[in-house]
C-alpha cells in the first residue's frame, strides 16, 4: 500500500502516516499538499495524508481549498502531539544565527524563541523537515523539527519540548477516493454555502436543521469560495455519520436550504 505525505523525510506528516498505518506501507514524501491530493486522484497512491488544523495555530487553509476542486473524500483523521525540539549540528545555543522551520512551527516557539533566541533571524522553510535538511547543511542554522528530523538529518537536540503550550497537537485527514462504513464513534465533514437568495439569515437558515434535529456542529470555519470577491464556502463538522437516520434527516433538510452542499466524508473520531 502506498501513502502519499507532505515531505520530505521527517515531518510530522509522516509521523501521522506511521501512527495509522504502521511502518509495513510505503510512505511517498510529496513537495506540496496539492500534489498530495493529486498524487491519491491519479491512483499513483492509495491514500494521502495531509495536516488540517493546528490547536495552537488553527487551520492549515491550503488543505481545505484542495477540497473544493477535489472528488476525494476524508477516510480518517488522526490526531499527533507536536512536541518540537530545537536542532543543529551545533552543541550550544551561542552560534545560532538563524532558525528555519514550517511558519506554523516557528508561530507555535514564538515565546520561547524570543526569550531564549531573540536576535535569531527566523527563516520560514516549506517544512519542518526541509528547515532541518537546511540546519544540517548551513553553519549557524538551527531548526524546530521532531525526533524524526533529529536521526534522519543527523542533526543534536539542542532544546527538547520548546513549543509553547504542552498540549500541542495537529490533527490530520486521510484522503482515498471511497466512503468507509458507519464505526460507532465517528465524525462527518461537510462543505457547505448559504443561497444567495435568502438575505439576511442565510447562515443561520442552513445551519437551523442542525439544531431542530439535535445534531452537534463542532467546527466551522469560512473560506473564499474562488468564483467570485466576497463569497464564501463553510467546511462543517458534526458529530455522527451520514448514515445514521437522525444526521441523515438533518442533512437533508440542509442541502434544501444550500446553493452548495457536499459530503466530504464520514469517518472514525481520531484516537489520540
Given at each position: 500500500m502506498k501513502i502519499g505525505y507532505l515531505g520530505p523525510e521527517g515531518t510530522y506528516t509522516q509521523s501521522a502516516v506511521e501512527k495509522h498505518f504502521g511502518a509495513a506501507v510505503e510512505g511517498v514524501p510529496l513537495v506540496t499538499i496539492?500534489?498530495?491530493?493529486?498524487?491519491?486522484?491519479?491512483?499513483?497512491?492509495?491514500?494521502?495524508?495531509?495536516p488540517i488544523e493546528n490547536s495552537t495555530e488553527g487551520t492549515v487553509?491550503?488543505?481545505?481549498?484542495?477540497?473544493m476542486s477535489s472528488p476525494l473524500?476524508?477516510?480518517a483523521e488522526i490526531e499527533?502531539?507536536?512536541?518540537?525540539?530545537?536542532?543543529?549540528?551545533?552543541?550550544?545555543?551561542?552560534?545560532?544565527?538563524?532558525?528555519?522551520?514550517?511558519?506554523?512551527?516557528?508561530?507555535?516557539?514564538r515565546d520561547w524563541l524570543r526569550e531564549h533566541l531573540p536576535?535569531?533571524?527566523?527563516?520560514?522553510?516549506s517544512s519542518n523537515a526541509d528547515g532541518a535538511r537546511r540546519a544540517a547543511a548551513e553553519s549557524g542554522t538551527a531548526a524546530i523539527a521532531g525526533d524524526a528530523a533529529a536521526s534522519v538529518y543527523g542533526l543534536n537536540i539542542l532544546e527538547q519540548g520548546i513549543e509553547d503550550r504542552s498540549d500541542n497537537t495537529?490533527?490530520?485527514?486521510?484522503?482515498?477516493?471511497?466512503?468507509?462504513?458507519?464505526?460507532?464513534?465517528?465524525?462527518?465533514?461537510?462543505?457547505?454555502?448559504?443561497?444567495?437568495?435568502?438575505?439576511?439569515?442565510a447562515l443561520y437558515k442552513?445551519?437551523?436543521?442542525?439544531?431542530?434535529?439535535?445534531?452537534?456542529?463542532?467546527r466551522i470555519e469560512s473560506r473564499p469560495s474562488q468564483q467570485r470577491k466576497w463569497h464564501y464556502v463553510f467546511f462543517i463538522d458534526i458529530d455522527g455519520h451520514a448514515d445514521d437516520p437522525a444526521i441523515a434527516n438533518a442533512l437533508a433538510h440542509l442541502k434544501q436550504n444550500a446553493q452548495l452542499f457536499r459530503i466530504l466524508g464520514s469517518y472514525p473520531k481520531a484516537v489520540v
Open positions: 496539492e500534489d498530495v491530493f493529486r498524487e491519491v486522484e491519479s491512483g499513483a497512491a492509495d491514500f494521502g495524508i495531509v487553509n491550503h488543505t481545505l481549498d484542495m477540497f473524500c476524508i477516510c499527533l502531539r507536536i512536541r518540537h525540539h530545537l536542532l543543529g549540528a551545533m552543541d550550544t545555543l551561542e552560534p545560532i544565527q538563524r532558525i528555519s522551520a514550517h511558519p506554523q512551527a516557528l508561530a507555535q516557539c536576535n535569531a533571524e527566523l527563516v520560514p522553510a495537529t490533527r490530520f485527514f486521510v484522503i482515498g477516493r471511497d466512503r468507509v462504513a458507519a464505526s460507532g464513534d465517528d465524525r462527518t465533514t461537510l462543505l457547505v454555502s448559504a443561497s444567495d437568495t435568502e438575505g439576511a439569515g442552513l445551519l437551523e436543521p442542525l439544531a431542530e434535529d439535535n445534531v452537534n456542529m463542532t
